[in-house]
């Protein structure tokens, strides 16, 4: 198994750093919902933990509807929905069964597998190149960055809390 993919292989690289990346963007989430529910670090971490990421997201949004005005609200609302939307994206490649039996095109093999609701199993093969993985690794850093920029402005930092997504 380890024949098919090197350790200096860009794909893996690529996969490694948009997991980073997300894990970053996650980080940021649980911090802004710590904030916004007056919780010291470890209780949010206690809680935040058992948390999947659309429950991280719903809460929040409940939480900044209940204690910001409609500017900040909408403001901290447009940065969750792109965060949300960049998921799915995100989700696909990272969940994915990944193959290289063969580059054809530039591009690499994987198996997308997953289960819609009541049950149903949809397998997709599909080919992405590269370029494509950086752009999204790319998306995902700019989005990282515009929340951290976000939970700044509106203060939902911890005190000793920051990150700065790198680029």
């Known amino acids: 198994m380890d024949d098919a993919f090197s350790k200096q292989d860009p794909i893996l690289i690529e996969l ?3 997991t980073v990346l997300w894990s970053l963007i996650e980080w940021i989430l649980r911090v802004m919902l710590w904030k916004l529910s007056n919780i010291d670090q470890d209780t949010g971490i206690a ?17 900044i ?5 409609n500017e900040g609200f909408t403001e901290i609302n447009n940065v969750l929905n ?9 989700n696909t490649i990272i969940h994915s069964i990944w193959f290289r039996p063969e580059i054809i095109n ?8 997953h289960v819609k ?11 992405i190149s590269l370029d494509e993985l ?3 690794s790319s998306d995902i850093a700019d989005t990282g960055n515009k929340l951290s920029a976000i939970a700044s402005k509106y203060d939902l ?6 990150l700065q997504t790198p680029s």
């Not at 009541?118 to 080919?127: F, P, S, T």
């Open 16 to 18: 490694g750093r948009i």
């Open 106 to 113: 530039g591009k690499i093999t994987y198996l997308n597998t």
């Open 65 to 69: 509807k209940l204690k910001f005005n």
């Open 134 to 136: 950086e752009i999204l």
């Open 47 to 63: 809680i935040t933990t058992h948390m999947n990421f659309p429950t991280l997201i719903y809460a929040i949004k409940s939480l």
């Open 157 to 162: 930092w911890h005190e000793g809390t920051s």
């Open 117 to 127: 609701a009541r049950g149903q199993i949809i397998k997709q093969v599909k080919n």
């Open 82 to 90: 792109n965060v949300d939307s960049i998921s799915a994206k995100r």
